[in-house]
């Protein structure tokens, strides 16, 4: 594995809209290093077999008998009340103005 | 409880015995509040196992339950506490982060739905780890919770408020949630039961999501009697929950004393290097079952030890996606910006270094170039590990470990040294990763006077027999007369 460098650092804290300061980018280039380089003896695990035990089990990693396919009845119930999830006058979710301006 | 109820009587008390004297007349539901927010007033300062104790609410509700008279509601006026990452209808539902600090959801979780439909009455809410990531509670955004035990030392995490109040005797159960062993290690470290059931059994409805696949949530008591309780009440399937299972209810009764049959498996070659202490309470508690009946075998799980790769990995993934939705729009706190971009940068400065940390190992194994090798792969030695489990489970009907490899470390010991703190779930994500029940359940003390847990993981939905075990273990040591250091 590459090891990981300050800009790479930069890179995915943008992509996840994190903003991190210097002394963070240095933090996180160290201990991302560290964390992703004992995550990575995964890589050396032989996993062909695991492959053709999920081509039967279709949702993966839960409990055989919770993966059991079901269909809801299609009846309409009450949903929350606007006002309380949308905490505004307006009906909407109000942000700063993305178009213009 | 005796005839006199009063705030000295109450703590200790399990919730059988608590609904058992309100029904029968001996106390009411009111002066069980009454006294249980006395001793949270007078014990918890020394802990901080609270965020926030709904006084008014309690009160008012117990009046309520009073005034309609005995009923056959299982829960009947008993005190619970409720882990703050778990929606309560207009109160606060911190995730113990700055960015929902004064959140405050319009609808509570199904699993607090169903606990009040059973007569039980929701105290108050309590800490964890930053949206549930952590080991020891110490990444809570309102600082950490100390062990009961002894207060230098962690309560374990991330449900580590909900584990400290029960061990207290502040409340005789509580919920948390459980996604790498955050309710089992906790009750480990804080000498009480932590039970997380298996995958789909209980609604997730209303809990704070972090990693989807993972996530359970899942109840601390003091008795196994207790905890079957809880569990009936909160089980079972939910519409607004697609990933419940249709499964026939826990069927557990406390008579099924006898173990005689149950083979136990031990993976003996995962316990290098736990500490002598927990190896030695293990032991005994493995032959206090044996003398119960039941024949323990050494087994083999090839692939356990790469649970925690595999988990800090899947987890974090997963993670960084459900964290996305903390952007300022729709939830919470919502940095003052000129634009929507800037927004959500200055309202995500609002997390955690933890978090921070969780976010950025999830979104670089997802990202181009590396998901194959690391998530993906991640997710096909998942597989592998169930499979070990479901080979396990043709030879025996329960696996056994220690629920820790250590006793409850000190304050500060491990918070800088993220890899040391992942280190502390070594035993329990497996069953998280395998969508498997499993329950820790106190087995004494080491030698610090800390207490030891050991777990069982058992075969999906069979939560009835880790009941069972757990039941032989808490009969066959004393450790209920045992009493942490602060206590109600």
Known sequence: MPSLTADEVRRIATLARLELNEGEVERLTIELAAILEYAAQVQRVDTESARAVDAEQPARGTADAAAERVLRPDVLVPSLPRKAVLDSDTGFFTVPRVLGG | MTSTTSARDLPYTTACEIRAAIVDGRTTASEVCRATLEAIDRVDPRLHAFLFVDREGALARAAELDRAGPTDAPLLGVPVAVKDNICTAGQPTTAASRLLENYRPPYSATVVSRLEAAGAIVIGKTNLDEFAMGSSTEHSAFGPTLN?????????????????????????????????????????????????????????????????????????????DDAALVLRAITGADARDATTAREPPVDYRA?????????????????DGIEADVQARFDMALAELTSAGAQVKTIELPHAPLAVPVYYLVGNAEASSNLARYDGVRYGFRADSSTVTEMYYKTRAAFGAEVKRRIMIGTYVLSAGYCDEFYVKAQDVRSLIRRDYAAAFESVDVVATPTSPTTAFRLGERVDDPLQMYLSDIFTVPANLAGLPAVSVPCGEGASRLPVGIQFTGRAFDEALLLRVAHAVERRTDWLAHRPAVRA
Request: hydrophobic share 40%.
């Open chain 2, 148 to 224: 009961p035990w002894a207060t230098d030392r962690v309560p374990g995490g991330s449900s580590g408020g909900s584990a400290a109040a029960v061990a207290a005797g502040l409340v005789p159960i509580a919920l948390g949630s459980d996604t790498g062993g955050s309710v089992r290690q906790p009750a480990a470290l804080c000498g009480v039961l932590g039970f997380k059931p298996t995958y789909g059994r209980v609604s997730r409805y209303g809990l704070i999501a972090f990693a989807s696949s993972l996530d359970q949530i899942a109840p601390f008591a003091r008795t196994t």
């Open chain 2, 255 to 271: 008579d099924d004393a006898t173990l005689e049959g149950v083979r136990i498996g031990v993976p003996r070659d995962l316990l």
